[in-house]
């Protein structure tokens, strides 16, 4: 596939960077459709910003403001430009530590998609490995979905199963679940460019341009 015909992906993360990792692994295949462009941090120092940077990727830290959990007006408008400017088809989101809302899901409507540690709706929010092992039940995993207004409450995309073993620690549970994020994220990216996915009863695709 040639590069104007891939998926333009705009990575945005906090941390270490292990499922961009594995999305850039994907794409480093030469029949992958796929393509990350940018990745964006709100953490100056962030491991995701080094992975890219690893691979030639442009990574750029955006001051997120004074908020906790939100980026405040003037960073959300410079992640937006900084996607806009990159020509970015979707925003991919690989552990950001901040909720985006409003003026940022407007630029970028059913554009946006986030991997979590669960299997939505059960145990949306931090530490979902944590509240699985609390519950008890058998198995968790991951999921792929659509962001919205809400947390974790977008419409699903694809999910993986990980079963709960009877001497798991939230450690090794929580290293099980990333497994499956790195299978599960970069192909159903794939499946989204190949236009094989259906979410809430319809088949989805990105065509490449907003
Ligand atoms: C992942 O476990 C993901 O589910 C959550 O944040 C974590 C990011 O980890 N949203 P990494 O930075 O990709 O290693």
């Not at 120092?45 to 003037?74: V, W």
């Not at 549970?173 to 236009?195: G, V």
Request: proline share 5%.
């Amino acid at each position: 596939m040639t590069t104007g015909n891939k998926l333009r992906l705009g990575v945005l993360g906090s941390g270490k960077g292990s499922n961009f990792v594995a999305i850039g692994d994907a794409c480093a295949a030469s029949d992958s459709p796929l393509e990350v462009v940018l990745v964006l941090s709100d953490i100056a120092d962030a491991g995701i910003s080094a992975r890219a940077r690893e691979r030639g990727i442009p990574a750029q830290f955006i001051a997120p403001g004074n908020y906790r959990t939100k980026l405040d007006e003037a960073a959300e408008a410079a992640f937006v430009a900084a996607l806009q400017n990159a020509r970015v088809d979707l925003v991919v989101l690989a552990g950001f530590m901040r909720i985006l809302k409003g003026e940022f899901l407007r630029a970028f409507p059913q554009r946006v998609i986030n991997i979590h540690p669960s299997l939505l709706p059960a145990f949306p929010g931090l530490e979902s490995w944590k509240q699985a092992l609390d519950h008890g039940v058998k198995f968790t995993g991951c999921t792929v979905h659509f962001v919205d207004q809400g947390v974790d409450s977008g419409p699903i995309i694809a999910q993986k199963v990980v079963p709960i073993l009877d001497h798991d620690t939230p450690d090794i549970l929580h290293a099980r679940i990333q497994e499956a994020e790195h299978e599960l994220y970069p192909a159903t990216l794939a499946m989204l460019a190949r236009k094989r996915i259906v979410v809430n009863g319809r088949r989805t695709f990105f065509t490449n341009r907003i």
